[in-house]
């Protein structure tokens, strides 16, 4: 048996589910205050494994900030966006993350999740809101591969069915 990728497990991440009107100037100044990012669109993660957003839905997003700095980051959304219906919630220590690298990590992905993950369908920098397996995930890919996001409640689950996508009896995948 041989893996075809990695699985590994983040570090604690800050996470806030921000939703609202994507589409309001107060929400997209709030974003960019918090995370340096832009407001992306759907489908979208912009910035690195420390700080980043990603589209979830029409009127959510999941902001990624430093996990020491999640009570700062909602106390500035909470002030910039005064007089604006939104809802910021920390969701850091609700969720798992897992990082799943090299030559076969759009494989294990492929294995697992209802998405068209070829290259020439889903690139760095794009996301999906979806299923692994049994669960809710979200993913996003990255120069170094794609990060997975799903409940810790069935992180345990999450990495045994990341980690069997990954081990093969031969290295061929999908897009090799």
């Not at 669109?41 to 979830?56: I, K, P």
């Not at 992905?109 to 049994?134: E, I, K, M, N, Y």
Request: aromatic share 6%.
């Amino acid at each position: 048996m041989s893996n075809i990728a990695v699985v590994t497990r983040a570090d604690a991440r800050g996470m806030i589910t921000l939703r609202g009107d994507l589409g309001s100037a107060k929400i997209k100044k709030a974003v960019k205050a918090a995370t340096g990012q832009k407001m992306p669109v759907s489908g979208q993660f912009l910035g690195d494994g420390t700080q980043g957003v990603a589209w979830m839905s029409p009127d959510e997003l999941l902001l990624i900030v430093p996990y020491d700095s999640v009570g700062t980051s909602i106390e500035g959304l909470n002030k910039a966006l005064v007089k604006t219906h939104f809802l910021t919630v920390d969701v850091s220590d609700a969720r798992a993350v897992f990082t799943v690298s090299g030559d076969g990590a759009r494989d294990v992905l492929a294995r697992l999740c209802p998405v068209d993950l070829h290259p020439d369908s889903f690139g760095v920098g794009q996301a999906r809101r979806t299923r692994l397996a049994q669960i809710a995930a979200a993913f996003w890919m990255h120069e170094g591969g794609l990060d997975v996001v799903c409940f810790r409640s069935v992180a345990d689950y999450a990495h045994g069915v990341l980690t069997r996508a990954a081990t093969t009896g031969d290295k061929t995948g999908f897009f090799a």
